[in-house]
Nanobody, 125 residues
Framework: QVQLVESGGGLVQPGGSLRLSCEVSGFTVSYSDTAWFRQVPGNEREGVSCISNVDGRTNYADSVKGSFTISRDSAKNMVFLQMNNLHPENTDVYYC??????????????????WGKGTQVTVSA
């Protein structure tokens, strides 16, 4: 059974940082594409970043390039999202999702079949 558990969300002031973690079981992250998505209630999920099984290649949404960094610890089967210089518009629930051979469709939520329950990120003064 595949299980993803996100953690690390919370309340942070504008300009602050958070590190999200995604612990995966039942699926090997080094063989799959694992992404972080964001979702405001009532809206579709939006791809934030992805790390590929191909040489750990990374992709980012334009809005977070230079501020967010995705990484992977294959030994622990975990994926992380370091979020720096956060703004109020980064406030969302963040979900970790993983699947095989997503490739160039990394930002399409319908290409993933495994995800966690999410972690809330709130950026506010």
């Amino acid at each position: 059974q595949v299980q993803l558990v996100e953690s690390g969300g919370g309340l942070v002031q504008p300009g602050g940082s958070l590190r999200l973690s995604c612990e995966v079981s039942g699926f090997t992250v080094s063989y799959s594409d694992t992404a972080w998505f964001r979702q405001v209630p009532g809206n579709e999920r939006e791809g934030v970043s992805c790390i590929s099984n191909v040489d750990g290649r990374t992709n980012y949404a334009d809005s977070v390039k230079g501020s967010f960094t995705i990484s992977r610890d294959s030994a622990k089967n975990m994926v992380f999202l370091q979020m720096n210089n956060l703004h109020p518009e980064n406030t969302d629930v963040y979900y970790c999702e993983t699947d095989y051979a997503v490739g160039g469709y990394w930002s399409r939520q319908d290409y993933y079949h495994n995800w966690g329950k999410g972690t809330q990120v709130t950026v506010s003064a």
